[in-house]
């Protein structure tokens, strides 16, 4: 069921969270097109960059006078960056933005707009233009068809990193929320699996400048897990029953096979569905303390 709130009020203003780490190369022309979008709105805009322990020259070239500057001292991890912003920000509307420039800021605007009616909106990178590299796809293919199958909705974008949000709809869910990139997933899949109402709204996505920190391995397998951690602690029978199910079913295989070749496996198939009838009461005992 969908959690009904009200909308963000505008008029009052919205808070812009920038993670920045290492980005020297893009960090000026994205700062100058993200200040003449905002210097565009017809309410205030507070932007809040967050220097994550940058070790090249992106400390000299962020400007403490014209936004809301914060420092980590050491690398904390992109969600940590993000995190920091949100608990420094003054607004209910939210906004975050990568500062690599593969994100237009004036898809923003489009994005608020668009929150007056949801709790989330996510810029999917849809575009016939989306530069998303090609040994990336597979990976984000297989991962986001993943956590559509746990939530049971539909997601174009698992982890775009350009989002427009309630303050009020993410505190809830921030001590889930990981230092690492998979925050993003991390927020998609808690909100939606939450019964909030998360838009999609097609954007471009640009090549990036200088070196992207993603690591496909670590990075790719810390994504599964947060899939599979935040379903069960939100919503557990999305994982429990499945699990159950296909045990119950290999039982049966099991079962029918070892009959027709004359030798019952029964020892095999007293596992299995034993099994999967411990699997089964996990999810329900699960369910039980969640609720």
């Known amino acids: 069921m969908a959690v009904q709130s009200n909308p963000p009020s505008l008029e009052q203003g919205v808070s812009i969270v920038v993670p920045v780490y290492n980005e020297a190369e893009n960090i000026t022309p994205f700062l100058k097109e993200l200040c003449h979008t905002t210097k565009a709105l017809s309410y205030p805009a507070e932007i809040i960059l967050v220097d994550d322990g ?4 992106t400390s000299t070239l962020l400007p403490p006078a014209s936004v809301k500057l914060i420092r980590h ?39 608020l707009k668009l929150l007056r009616q949801y709790e989330m909106v ?7 233009e989306a530069q ?12 986001g068809h993943f956590a559509a199958w746990m939530v049971r909705r539909r ?10 949000f309630r303050k009020s709809q993410v505190l809830p869910f921030i001590r889930l929320l990981p230092d690492g990139f ?3 997933t991390t927020l998609t899949v808690a909100l939606m699996t939450s019964g909030r109402r998360v838009f999609y709204h097609p954007i471009q996505y640009r090549k990036r400048g200088g070196k ?18 935040t379903v069960v602690l939100i919503r557990p029978l999305n994982v429990f029953l499945p699990l159950s199910l296909i045990l119950a079913l290999l039982a049966v295989a099991v079962l029918v096979i070892s009959k027709a070749m004359g030798h019952f496996m029964d020892a095999t198939f007293i596992v299995l569905m034993t099994t999967s009838i411990q699997m089964f009461v996990l ?9």
């Open 54 to 57: 940058s070790t090249d020259a």
């Open 73 to 111: 001292e050491i690398n904390q991890g992109y969600g940590a960056a993000i995190k920091t912003g949100i608990h420094h920000s003054t607004h209910e509307a939210l906004v975050i933005i990568d500062a690599d420039g593969t994100y237009a800021a004036e898809d923003i605007p489009s994005l």
């Open 122 to 128: 996510v810029g999917a990178r849809l575009g016939v």
């Open 132 to 143: 998303i590299p090609w040994v990336r796809r597979p990976v984000k293919w297989i991962i």
């Open 155 to 164: 997601i174009p974008d698992l982890n775009s990193g350009l989002r427009a």
């Open 182 to 184: 998979s925050l993003t």
């Open 212 to 229: 992207s920190k993603f690591r496909p391995i670590s990075d790719t397998w810390n994504m599964i897990l947060t899939i599979l951690r």
């Open 283 to 291: 999810g329900l005992i699960a369910d039980l303390i969640v609720r």
